[in-house]
């Protein structure tokens, strides 16, 4: 097994503090999804990361290749919206975690 860094892109930079109602729906979806995934251990940490540039979401994906972390971004219902979300994956080239995760 290998890790992969996820980076979600929002549609527009100030996403997270402009959202509507529709949207925030959508985001309580994308978590619910992730944390099902986190619940089977694919999914290692994720949530929101608050850059001064604009917010984005974090993941890392703990999946047998590239291909699987792709498959499971592709499957994201944010992505899946059409709404301009996407993800940029790369493979962490080495991770080190804290005893006992």
Not at 7 to 30: C, I, K, V, W
Not at 56 to 72: F, P, Q, R, V, Y
Request: glycine letters at 12%; proline letters at 6%; a neutral charge.
């Amino acid at each position: 097994m290998a890790f992969f860094f996820c980076r979600l892109n929002p549609p527009r930079l100030d996403f997270a503090t402009t959202m509507s109602e529709a949207e925030r729906a959508l985001m309580g979806q994308h978590a619910a999804y992730l944390g099902g995934l986190q619940q089977k251990g694919t999914v290692v940490v994720f949530g929101p990361v608050g850059d001064p540039r604009g917010a984005w979401g974090l993941g890392i994906l703990e999946c047998a290749d590239e291909a699987e972390a792709k498959t499971i971004t592709a499957g994201d219902p944010v992505v899946k919206s059409g709404l301009g979300f996407s993800y940029d994956v790369a493979p962490m080239l080495a991770a080190r975690l804290r005893s006992g995760l």
